[in-house]
């Protein structure tokens, strides 16, 4: 014969446990003259057949047909007024659930005026009380199959993640907008959850938006975006050539100096950065040093050894003719006027510094 219980209580429900089920698992073996002893910040709701009916607050209380009306009609149909009778008691928790955390397990796609597509993950913290035990466990119980308190909170912080959503999409703001606006947008995410968490038998009391960053692949288009404009490039093709050539020493210096590989190295970084081959670039360059010689002379034929100057410059020489090169491409409209000021000027102060 079935266990029946006698004493229906849970004096070991923690702070932070929402809801206790008694008997943990099936359904319990009661009888009328059962005591039921629900302690402060408690409240006791019978569940039987899937819905929630009567409930008891704080107190020790004797069942009675009197204190269960709805249950008792219930158990009179079924069992023709005999005891036991089966069914659930859930403790629902009465206290303020505070810190509660609740973050995006999946970055959240939106459309950003600055950088296009952005994905996002943010995070913070609530807090909640059950306001409606009867209703709470009506729906989370029997709606929503939950009855764990770490169920119960993980769709509890889905319905926030799907507000938060549709609040960062209808604000239409960019990334680097959001950290001004955490309280506009948490005072919103709050309004939207209210509703929603009313129907479940639950007050919201605070809302929290702690951080909004962005995943690996946005921030890297965020630190691509801050170099072109530190370097005044007005489009990423300007951007790689001033990287290419800012770049020529270090990769120099890495190679070895003038070596070899560590020339032919640079030599590709300068081509890409250009968006042409360095091949192409030395015929051009040559083209429009015979084109500026008023007359064929003897001394013509070396002209090639400086229409092509070293991708690495070292001496004054060097420099002065990678100088004359940048007043070619600039006449070619290969640079801009911008990208051509900096380099040049970079260049010229090197010239400067070695007595050129």
Do not use: C
Request: avoid cysteine; charge should be negative.
């Amino acid at each position: 014969m079935a266990r029946i219980i006698d004493i229906i209580e849970a004096p070991n429900q923690g702070p932070n446990d929402m809801v206790v089920r008694i008997p943990e698992v099936g359904a319990g073996d009661f009888r009328l003259g059962s005591q039921v002893i629900v302690r402060e910040s408690q409240t006791a709701v019978f569940f039987r057949d899937g819905k929630a009916l009567d409930t008891f607050d704080a107190g020790r209380h004797t069942i009675t047909t009197a204190n269960l009306p709805l249950l008792s009609g219930l158990i009179g149909l079924a069992t023709s007024g005999k005891t036991p009778f089966t069914a659930e008691v859930y403790f629902v928790n009465r206290r303020d659930f505070i810190d509660q955390k609740w973050g995006t397990p999946e970055p959240i796609a939106l459309r950003d005026p600055d950088l296009g597509l952005a994905r996002l993950r943010a995070f913070g913290a609530y807090s909640m009380a059950v306001i409606d035990p009867q209703m709470f466990v009506a729906k989370i119980v029997g709606t929503m199959g939950l009855y764990q308190t770490s169920q119960v909170q993980n769709y509890l912080r889905s319905i926030i993640i799907s507000k938060l959503t549709d609040v960062l999409g209808e604000s239409k703001k960019g990334l680097f907008d959001l950290p001004a606006m955490f309280n506009e947008i948490s005072a919103a995410v709050r309004a939207k959850v209210t509703d929603d968490f009313a129907l479940l038998g639950i007050g919201i009391k605070q809302f929290f938006l702690e951080s909004v960053s962005p995943t690996e692949e946005t921030q890297q288009a965020i630190d691509k975006r801050a170099a072109m404009g530190a370097v005044g490039a007005g489009s990423f093709i300007e951007y790689q050539t001033g990287m290419a050539i800012g770049g020529v020493g270090a990769g120099a210096a890495q190679g070895g100096g003038g070596g070899a590989g560590g020339m032919a190295e640079t030599g590709m970084g300068l081509g890409a950065g250009m968006g042409m081959g360095a091949g192409m670039a030395g015929v051009m360059a040559q083209a429009m040093s015979q084109a500026m010689q008023p007359k064929p002379a003897a001394a013509a034929p070396a002209a090639p050894a400086a229409a092509a100057p070293p991708a690495n410059p070292q001496t004054p020489a060097e420099i002065q003719a990678f100088l004359d090169n940048l007043d070619m491409r600039l006449a070619s409209g290969e640079l801009s006027e911008s990208t051509y000021d900096k380099l040049y000027a970079r260049w010229e102060a090197r010239l400067k510094e070695l007595g050129g």
